[in-house]
């Protein structure tokens, strides 16, 4: 049975207004500092719409693993329809004012014969089970919660939740699909790796005052409007001048050649003097081989100096 695969695109535009399971990191920086560290703030301005992050590349590892995960809820669906692929599942309880919670576990199914909803998260790794269980340990913390939260809200008493990990050895993966790969196992929680509530507070206050973000090299549209208009009339200035100093590049190379044929060396007008500058041998210092040759007397006399910051501005095409 052939399926369509288009959660991914969801699951990117999930990223604005909600942190997800993939953002587990988040969750044990927050809880370790007790506030949002640097490393964070760029994801959290996606999430507020102050930034957007192109990530529109899949690896060959991404593409893998995408690969395997769809084989894997073929082989599930097709033994029991119920299944269902990478469902958006939004917490209610950790809803906050400027951010929201939610998560897309790769397969899960609702038996209500029995009264159990099952998440499954789905890993294609080269490490062994129990490795990419601790590794992914805070995605699949969070897929838990949500996951008991979701089954609270199921009509009638006496639902269960359980949460499991796929996980398919690649070590030797040379692109055939093998369902003897497949290890799953039921997944539970000792000490959580971290208060999502507490997180979520702190998250939200930040997220409360977040109103501009500026990473070390932008593009112009994520600057205020008014300065992005000052950049589309320099952008119209550099333009003009381009075209005008190509114009006198080019008269003074027709000039210089009138010059030598006529054998005329300056012509003057009121406004400027034009002369001619014969071809000659050019004499500079090499301070390269210098300083290789002579590596102690160059740094006796070498001269430090504070030098005042400026903006640089290169036009494109330019080094």
């Not at 052939?2 to 399971?21: P, T, V």
């Not at 003097?273 to 301070?287: I, Q, Y």
Request: aromatic letters at 12%; one cysteine or more.
């Amino acid at each position: 049975m052939e399926q369509q695969y288009e959660y991914k695109e969801e699951i990117i535009n999930s990223r604005l207004g909600y942190l997800g399971g993939s953002d587990y990191s988040i969750f044990s920086k927050v809880e370790a500092q007790g506030q949002v560290p640097e490393s964070c703030k760029e994801r959290l301005a996606i999430c507020k719409g102050l930034y957007k992050k192109e990530n529109k590349f899949s690896t060959q590892a991404m593409q893998l693993g995408d690969d395997i995960e769809n084989n894997i809820f073929d082989m599930l669906h097709s033994a029991d329809e119920r299944w269902q692929s990478n469902p958006r599942i939004e917490s209610k309880k950790f809803k906050r004012n400027n951010i929201g919670l939610l998560c897309h576990p790769d397969f899960i199914l609702v038996d209500e014969d029995k009264k159990l909803v099952t998440f499954v998260e789905c890993k294609a790794t080269k490490d062994s089970f129990s490795k990419t269980r601790k590794t992914y340990n805070g995605q699949l913390y969070i897929e838990n919660i949500l996951g008991k939260e979701y089954t609270e809200q199921m009509d009638g008493s006496g639902w269960r939740f359980n949460l499991k990990l796929c996980h398919y050895d690649t070590s030797d993966y040379i692109g055939e699909f093998n369902p003897d790969k497949i290890e799953m196992s039921v997944i539970r929680f000792g000490r959580p790796p971290f208060n999502i509530s507490k997180c979520m507070d702190i998250i939200d206050k930040y997220m409360e005052e977040l109103t501009e973000y500026y990473r070390e090299e932008i593009t112009q549209e994520y600057l205020p409007q008014k300065v992005q208009e000052k950049f589309d009339a320099i952008n119209s200035y550099l333009r003009e001048i381009k075209e005008k100093e190509d114009t006198i590049k080019e008269f003074k190379d027709k000039m210089f050649e009138f010059m030598l044929q006529k054998n005329i060396k300056a012509i003057k007008t009121d406004s400027f003097t034009l002369s001619r500058v014969d071809e000659c041998d050019s004499r500079s210092f090499d301070t390269s081989s210098f300083k290789e040759d002579h590596k102690t007397l160059y740094n006796k006399y070498i001269k430090v100096s504070r030098k005042k910051g400026y903006a640089r501005l290169v036009l494109k095409g330019e080094k």
